[in-house]
């Protein structure tokens, strides 16, 4: 099977959703529930949060993703299909690849855009963190995908942030990074096999790739 996996917010859709102004707020609730957190020179990211919270404070977890909702809900009911993601989609499957999304996102929110801009049925599968143990970073969502369509001869992983390039190195899965910032590749040690700036020249990079 030849499989092209595709992350959501920033690569098939835009949104403007803040994960720093939603972590800042999830923050502020824990620590108003269980006091300050220890002190470090970075800002906690959501799954950090998320993590500290299962491990000392279980019962927290709720009302975090309460506010994770919100923030997705939000900038969701405004977003806009980026510019070539239906080409590169609908290419990839011409190509003979089997089609996913792998998106931190709720399934709620995840399905409203997908069906808004018509997405769906081109899609044969779509993994979100109601699916899975660990957000992205953690490749704990390609367990999912890898669960769901068996053993596969040739994948990629496609997105827009060192998020997705870590999670799909630590799958051992070739990643594209799509108008990702050098800097945080380079931070991440993440070695892209292909870097676009345009979804819709995706397909012919895979036949390219195939060839």
């Keep these: 099977m030849r499989l092209c996996v595709f992350d959501l917010d920033h690569t098939l859709v835009h949104t403007p959703l803040d994960l720093a102004a939603m972590a800042l707020d999830m923050r502020a609730l824990l620590e108003q529930r269980c006091g300050p957190l220890p002190a470090r020179p970075t800002r906690y990211r959501v799954g950090e949060l998320i993590a500290w919270c299962q491990t000392h404070a279980p019962g927290t977890e709720p009302p975090l993703w309460e506010i994770a909702l919100d923030h997705e809900r939000q900038a969701m009911a405004i977003a806009t299909l980026q510019a070539g ?83 799909a190195q630590a799958a051992g899965v070739p990643f594209v990074a799509y108008r990702a910032k050098d800097a945080d590749l380079e931070h991440w040690k993440i070695s892209p096999v292909a870097r676009l700036d345009d979804l819709a020249a995706l397909p012919d990079w895979l036949r390219r790739r195939g060839g």
Aim: a negative charge; zero cysteines; glycine letters at 10%.
């Design 85 to 167: 993601a239906r080409e590169a989609i609908e290419g990839a499957r011409a190509a003979g690849f089997t089609t996913a999304v792998w998106t931190n996102n709720a399934r709620e929110v995840t399905g409203v855009a997908l069906e808004r801009f018509g997405l769906k049925p081109v899609l044969d599968l779509v993994v979100t963190r109601d699916e899975m143990r660990a957000l992205k970073p953690d490749p704990d969502g390609w367990r999912v995908i890898a669960e769901h369509f068996g053993p596969h001869r040739d994948a990629v992983v496609v997105g827009d942030s060192w998020v997705d390039g870590v999670a």
